[in-house]
Structures are given as C-alpha cells and as structure tokens.
C-alpha cells in the first residue's frame, strides 16, 4: 500500500526560528495579511499530524481550526478531552506512515512543532516542504531545524517573492 505523503508549511524567520522561545508567534501578525495559498494547500489535504505543544497551543486560540480534517497528535502524554476528530497517538512517524497507507493515503500535513518536524525528517517521511521565510530575525528561538537533524539533499520545485518582502521556497525530498 502506498503511505501517505507528509507535507511541511511552515513559517520562519529569516534566521530559522518558527517561534519565541516561549512559542509565542506574535513575529507572525505583520505578515497576516497576506494568504500565502494557504486555502489552496489546505484543500488538498486529508489530515494534519502535530505535536501536543502545538495542540495545546492552538487550543488556546478558541474554536478548534481543523473541524474538517482528521488531526492526530502526537504525544507521550494524552490530553483529556480533544475535539471531534482528534486522536492523540504515541506511536513513531514510520509507525503512523504505516497506519495510515491505504485508507488515508493522501497528503497530510505535518504542522509542528520543529522537535516533531525533525523527527519525521530523520525517519524519511517529509516528501515536501513549503516553507515561508519572513523578512524579520528573532535572534532567538526554537528553530525549524535543530543542530541533530540529518543531511538531506532537497529539490527546489518553486519559489515566489511576495511584496511584503516573505519568500516562499518549495522543496521536494
């Protein structure tokens, strides 16, 4: 059976972080107005896999977001009550590949936090990369891509310039 294809949109700052060191994403607000395809990405998707701080986070924005999209977290630690649609998981991203070939072999999308993009990155999992560097440095962080991640050649498939300065990058793995 063919496993899904796991996909990264993300946002980053020109000097590689996603986030404060706290996970505040308030860098990201000036930048809000812009759509960046986000609504055509998103159409294309089956389901999203995350990890419980970005969980945790986006429950702390109100409705959930992705009431459309199956949502699997991935966590040591389950959270109680999870909205419809949810299911907290604790297995490795191969293991979830391999649950998810067949029924659900379509594109999901792997949200973040960087610990569990990095963790799919290791096991060879993430086939693309859309990723969203903003005219700004944080200085500080959490990064996308921590110091342990593995060498990877990546195929550049697109690129576009917005005029609020942001550079969107589409690699292929």
Sequence with gaps: MPRPQFHVYIALSADGYIARAD???DWLAPFDSEEYGYDDFTAELGAIVMGRTTFDQLLGFGEWPYQTLKTYVMTSSPPGELPEGVEAVSESPTALAEKLSGAESQNIWVVGGGALIQSFL????????????MPLMLGSGIRLFGADGPAQELSLKDSKTYENGAVMLRYET
Excluded: T
């Design 23 to 25: 996970g505040a994403i």
């Design 122 to 133: 290791k096991e060879g999992l993430i086939d693309r990369m859309d990723l969203f560097v």
